[in-house]
């Protein structure tokens, strides 16, 4: 019995040689954040899974040659404003298989769900949004994000159920957590926070916060973050504080101290950042109520028009208020950005959102921007830590909840084939501020659950394997 286990296993290597899978990546340096696995190897993919990883050649229907190349698990960007085509596109060319809108979440979710399914280049999903929950039951004017009733004034306490209820709702149908964008709510009251954290303590699901201030004054992000720690404390729902350079700004190395702090004490709480030092956010949100230069230590000229690329004065800052639109905010240092980067806690997100071409660059440019410029250019950060932070990490935010979250971030046997091939010597974001709808350079196969979205670099046509992200 001993010699036959023996031979059987002495023959496997070959028996894997001979599968005809559906597709092999061979002979690329295979990078998985939670083995520690960096070596040449074949992958082989059968249907939307991962079949094998071997040292040995592998046969398939599809061989891709990625000799010279890095093949890593696909991008999961937590934070994609962008939920369209045309944003999906932009991913697919940045190496991202699965994009969320989880800083603002989405009301009603079920129908947001049912408008994308069968429709999507890459994998898609979203929190419960207490953002449109309260504009809808406020009646408020606003798109994105308030820019009135919501914004203006106190909820009463039956607008309060009301709110509730339909976060509540949007949970119930899969949300993946609740969106919170305190910094554009100034008039919920702490206890209408505290009571939709103990909403997400009962579902024990993450609570995604954009803090309530950036300000350099007092209350600036030090008592913002107390009040969400604290709530977090209070209710045991999990916390993310969405981007955190740009919401501590020069105070990014206490915030993450205090995000440290936390976490040592056993809270659940994590975070996230993207390497620009620019913002992007709507010119008509509260944000920029009067005082805005006093608190963000800014001046009009620091401001640019999306849409146009011009710098702001007096005058188009009043006209494109009342207008409303996208406008990016350079408010930050490089020095501050590396910090929040490079900080084994914070994971990549990109923030980003695209519109008809116009945008910020980081909806197209993040993940390429992190590899070039961090990895090669820089060597501030390792390959295996970028790819884990941009892979492994935001699907272990989510994994607790949802279920489909456990088989992506990772490349091994039984894991979803989301993959991206790049060439780690040519890879690089083009977008910039004046044109930010280009191409990221240098991913030459992306594959989301077994479909190749990206083919020799190029976007493959009439394919939509992407699937929804749910909680269960």
């Known amino acids: 019995m001993q010699n036959l286990r023996i031979a059987i296993l002495a023959a496997f290597p070959a028996f894997l040689a001979a599968q005809p899978y559906d597709v092999v990546v061979h002979g690329g340096r295979v990078l998985d954040p939670e083995s520690g696995l960096d070596g040449i190897r ?14 040995g050649r592998l046969r398939g229907k599809i061989e891709i040659d990625a000799a010279g190349l890095v093949v890593s698990p696909g991008f999961i960007d937590l934070h994609s ?14 190496g991202v298989t699965t994009a969320l809108e ?36 406020m009646k408020d004017t606003g798109v994105l994000v308030p820019r009135d009733t919501a914004m203006n004034r106190l909820a009463s306490a039956d607008e309060q159920k009301a709110i509730l209820a339909a976060v509540e709702k949007g949970l119930d149908e899969g ?30 699901r993450p609570v995604f916060v954009h803090v309530r201030s950036t300000a350099i004054t007092s209350p600036g992000i030090i008592e913002s973050l107390q009040e969400m720690i604290a709530d977090a404390a209070i209710s045991g729902a ?17 915030a993450l101290r205090m995000i440290e702090s936390a976490r040592a004490r056993g809270l659940d709480i994590t975070t996230e950042a993207y390497p620009y030092i620019a913002g ?16 963000k230590g800014l001046t009009y000229s620091d401001l640019m028009w999306a849409a146009t690329g011009e710098r702001l004065t007096a005058e188009s800052f009043a006209r494109y208020r009342k207008q409303g639109g996208l406008v990016i905010l350079f408010s930050n240092t490089e020095e501050m950005v590396h910090k929040a980067v ?5 994971m990549i997100a990109s923030d980003g959102i695209m519109e008809n071409g ?24 390792s390959l295996m830590d970028a790819i884990r932070k941009c892979s492994l990490m935001p699907a272990q935010r989510l994994e607790a909840m949802s279920p489909q979250m456990r088989q992506k971030g990772r490349l091994k046997p039984g894991a979803d084939a989301d993959i991206a091939v790049f060439d780690p010597a040519r890879v690089i974001d083009r977008s910039t501020y004046q044109q930010p709808a280009q191409y990221s350079e240098g991913f030459r196969y992306v594959l989301v659950e077994g479909t190749m979205v990206v083919r020799n670099g190029k976007l493959q046509e009439g394919v939509l394997p992407g699937q929804g992200i749910r909680a269960r």
């Open 175 to 204: 949300a993946l957590g609740m969106g919170l964008g305190l910094t554009y709510t100034p008039t919920a009251t702490a206890t209408e926070v505290l009571d939709l954290f103990y909403l997400m303590g009962k579902w024990k």
């Open 102 to 137: 989880l800083e603002i979440g989405v009301s009603p979710v079920g129908e947001w769900y049912a408008l994308r399914a069968g429709k999507s280049l890459i994998h898609y999903g979203a929190s419960s949004g207490h953002l449109p929950a309260r504009m809808a039951v």
């Open 42 to 55: 074949s992958v082989a993919i059968t249907g939307r899974k991962i079949a094998a990883i071997s040292e």
């Open 358 to 381: 116009k945008g910020h660059p980081r909806a197209a440019g993040t993940y390429a921007l992190i590899l070039g410029r961090y990895v090669r250019e820089e060597k501030s950060l």
């Open 342 to 346: 490079l900080h084994p806690l914070s």
């Open 238 to 254: 999990p916390l993310h504080i969405v981007h955190i350079n740009s919401s501590a700004l020069r105070r990014t190395a206490e």
């Open 81 to 94: 404003h962008g939920q369209t085509p045309e944003n999906y596109h932009l991913k697919a060319m940045d």
């Open 280 to 295: 992007a956010t709507a010119l008509e949100s509260a944000q920029f109520e009067p005082g805005w230069q006093e608190r």
